[in-house]
């Protein structure tokens, strides 16, 4: 259940684009279910051993796929070898651009707000940047690979090795084409990539190509083994995805969403807003974005595989907006969760039953499709520039008491703004308390 419940920006050695010349853990839990992992209780200390651990196995993976990363064969002179070449030199010059800027931030002696303001803006054009040139690599990987499976098995291996390194951190934006390229080689039927293969079809709704990795991983099937949770929603998701594309099939031709720009310490995001579909969720979001109610606010709640949540005015769960609106979740219109969408989340009673009207300020980005929240959680907007920013949010949860006391810094909203809104007055109907001046 979603609980309800002054920082420049946080420049993290896990970079979005570097991360892949890191070899992570492939232990991934998909076992558990996507859509609601299992909630595992550490001490601090436990968790400090662990990362540890987890930290020693990356270096030493590191330094031994590092001397191989991605390398075309000796001599390699053919004209997909040279495209190969070309967008992988990009790749590792936007990384080492992203570094550059974070070493200038470091080394600076004055931290003047001008030099911050300059800072952020190379920031987040470099994430941006990687990102693209990422993206760009993965594509030209995929059919460099897929060309010559045997030429070409040291690339098909940094990608199995990058893809399931990617999906540990949600970081399934632009993976599409480069799993599939791995998993129709057939060349590594492997449990642990064709369960990240699995989870990448589910976050981009190919749910035919999920369904093919998940018949396929069937062979390392240990008896008494927990199967992911989404097996048994693939037939209502096709369905619920058709859906979804002709609502905004019919609000591409309409054109008139509004759109809510959010700049964060991992970059920017712009969100449109589905107003036909929950008119006073909306209303009250766009209400609160105009008068500066997000900026400063904590990304609080960050779990893998699950949302990242953010709107709470104490930054623990706790706070909110001062006011309580409707639920708008089983309107005739309503919409279903997926990969970036943005909905509302609820509070809940002592017996942990969903209280339908306490929706107020504290929203979520679903990592993934979410089918047991569909229908009592109004969804209400979606990413539709900058999906890869969410993937980059620091894991965290700070409602957890003891997670709070070990004083992680969250990432954080610098700004929030309205691009675009209809011809209506943004003011919420109320249920309880006030509205903010």
């Keep these: 259940m979603l609980i309800k419940t002054n920082h420049i920006p946080c420049f993290s050695l896990i970079l979005s684009i570097v991360a892949c010349l890191i070899a992570f853990p492939a232990d991934l839990l998909l076992g558990q279910g996507a859509a609601s992992p299992a909630k595992v209780r550490q001490t601090p200390e436990e968790r400090a051993i662990e990362k540890q651990k987890a930290m020693e196995l990356q270096n030493e993976l590191a330094l031994i796929r590092q001397r191989s990363f991605g390398r075309l064969p000796e001599g390699d002179d053919s004209e997909i070898g040279k495209r190969y070449q070309a967008a992988f030199d990009r790749f590792q010059e ?27 803006e190379q920031w987040q054009s470099g994430m941006h940047k990687g990102h693209l040139a990422k993206e760009n690599w993965l594509n030209v990987a995929a059919e460099t690979f897929a060309s010559d499976i045997e030429k070409y098995a040291i690339i098909g291996e940094t990608l199995c090795a990058m893809m399931v390194a990617d999906v540990e951190l949600d970081r399934m934006d632009g993976w599409l084409a480069a799993s599939k390229a791995v998993v129709n080689s057939k060349k590594f039927e492997r449990e642990e990539v064709l369960r ?29 083994e927990t199967k992911p949770k989404f097996i048994g ?15 905004r099939q019919k609000e591409a031709e309409k054109n008139d969403n509004p759109r809510v720009e959010i700049i964060t310490t991992k970059g920017r995001m712009v969100l449109e807003l589905y107003e036909d579909s929950a008119p006073e969720t909306v209303k009250s979001f766009v209400f609160l974005v105009e008068r500066g109610f997000f900026s400063r606010k904590s990304f609080f709640r960050v779990e893998k595989h699950l949302c990242a949540q953010f709107g709470c005015e104490k930054g623990d769960g706790k706070g909110d907006a001062g006011y309580t609106i409707a639920s708008e979740a089983n309107l005739p219109g309503h919409r279903d969760h997926f990969r970036g969408s943005i909905a509302m989340a609820l509070g809940s009673d002592t017996n942990g039953k969903v209280m339908p009207e306490t929706g107020s300020s504290q929203v979520y ?18 990413i539709v520039e900058g999906r890869e920013t969410m993937n980059n949010l620091r894991v965290m949860n700070l409602a957890d008491p003891e997670q709070k006391k070990e004083g992680k810094q969250p990432d954080v909203i610098l700004s929030a703004k309205v691009l675009r809104k209809r011809d209506t007055v943004y003011k919420p109907q ?8």
């Excluded at 931290?111 to 911050?116: C, D, E, Y």
């Excluded at 079809?201 to 008896?223: M, N």
Aim: charged residues 25%; proline residues 3%; aromatic residues 12%.
């Design 233 to 247: 929603e693939i037939s209502s998701l096709r369905e619920k995805w058709k859906r979804e594309l002709e609502f």
């Design 94 to 120: 936007a990384a080492v651009d992203l570094n550059q800027v974070q070493m200038t931030f470091h080394l600076e002696p004055k931290l003047t707000q001008a030099f911050k303001e300059r800072i952020n």
């Design 430 to 437: 109320i249920l309880a308390g006030k509205l903010p001046k």
């Design 196 to 224: 990240a293969a699995s989870l990448i079809g589910y976050a981009h709704s190919d749910f035919d190509f999920t369904e093919d990795c998940l018949t396929r991983s069937e062979q390392f099937h240990k008896a008494g």
């Design 365 to 382: 980005l679903s990592f993934l499709p979410m089918s047991h929240l569909d229908g009592s959680y109004t969804v209400f907007g979606r």
